[in-house]
């Protein structure tokens, strides 16, 4: 039975947005509406999230090849404040090690940073490198190149990257970079792709709470999936087999959720996600996930709002 909108959010906000998400934990949710009423859910959900000190970032399907897990950890990594999260995270990094980092928020000269703590700069450069190591290049939580990616990037803001280091691996990050020459200094050996795909999110969800993130709420609206690409006049359109792979990303998501930390991941589409007349695109076709998120046994007269998959009323965002 379909729920209204406050019905869903109310306790997707507090034991979710938060509580679970703030504190490591991952979860994925799909939310059928109608049409009309995709962007209000939409929103509602924005806004909820964003007033619980999460970041919001949607993914455009249009533009995205959803069936490709990589093209959307480019589209996550393009959406984020590297500047400010790599300042963040360096200047933790420089109080753990036990000196002081005199203009919290601000980019700050070795040099000055080593007169503010009476420390010559190789001798502070040297102690800041061992501590990187031991808190990034140990951390079994990332994957190797993405180690490498970090620590370039903390060491580019160390040395004010003299030698564009910091832009090169931003572009690998970001799906940009055409070969890996420019990234050669950091020694990273692949580029990001399906192989190593979900490594690289798991990656970025950890980095980001190293870095104080609270946690991403990444909003998908798969409406495009449903539709022919007769019904499409512009951007990505998607083959039943791109679809099924598509499915595929959110089953391997949903699979690995404890390892996603602080990411809560909500798929939103209209009612043809789940009418069986769609043979080739509706979720009855792709057992493996519908297996995860559909309930087989739902409580009288009313759906379970933490439930995996939940179905909102017609009209019912108020």
């Avoid at 995709?38 to 993914?59: N, Q, Y």
């Avoid at 404040?81 to 990094?93: F, G, M, P, V, Y």
């Avoid at 190591?133 to 079994?140: H, I, K, L, N």
């Avoid at 160390?158 to 970079?177: E, F, I, M, N, Q």
Wanted: negative net charge; glycine residues 6%; charged residues 25%.
């Amino acid at each position: 039975m379909p729920i209204t909108l406050a019905s869903w959010l109310v306790p997707i906000d507090r034991e979710y947005l938060r509580g679970f998400i703030p504190d490591g934990g991952g979860a994925v949710r799909i939310v059928v509406a109608s049409e009309t009423d995709i962007p209000a859910v939409r929103d509602r959900i924005t806004e909820a999230a964003i007033d619980a000190g999460l970041s919001v970032i949607p993914i455009d399907t249009a533009a995205t090849r959803l069936h490709m897990l990589h093209f959307v950890v480019f589209a996550i990594a393009r959406a984020l404040d590297w500047d400010s999260l790599i300042q963040a995270r360096l200047e933790t990094l420089v109080e753990d090690a036990g000196f002081r980092w005199p203009e919290p928020g601000r980019r700050i000269p070795l040099a000055a940073l080593a007169e503010a703590n009476a420390v010559a700069p190789p001798l502070l450069r040297t102690r800041l490198q061992q501590h990187i190591t031991r808190a990034v290049w140990d951390d079994a939580a990332l994957a190797q190149d993405f180690r490498k990616a970090m620590i370039a990037l903390l060491d580019a803001r160390l040395s004010d990257d003299p030698d564009g280091t910091s832009g090169a691996v931003l572009d690998w990050l970001r799906g940009d970079l055409r070969g890996l020459r420019g990234v050669s200094d950091a020694q990273i050996g692949a580029r990001i792709g399906r192989n190593n795909a979900r490594a690289m999110l798991m990656s970025l969800c950890h980095w980001l709470r190293d870095c104080g993130h609270r946690g991403l709420v990444v909003l998908l609206d798969i409406n495009r999936l449903l539709r022919e690409r007769r019904e499409i006049s512009e951007g990505l359109a998607y083959s039943p087999a791109a679809v099924m792979d598509c499915y595929e990303v959110i089953r391997q998501v949903i699979d690995d959720t404890e390892h996603f930390e602080g990411l809560f991941l909500v798929a939103i589409g209209d009612a043809r996600l789940i009418n069986d007349d769609m043979p080739k695109r509706a979720l009855s076709q792709y057992a493996a996930l519908k297996m995860r998120v559909w309930d087989d046994v739902r409580p009288l007269g009313r759906d379970n709002p933490l439930a995996p998959l939940v179905i909102i009323a017609d009209g019912a965002t108020a």
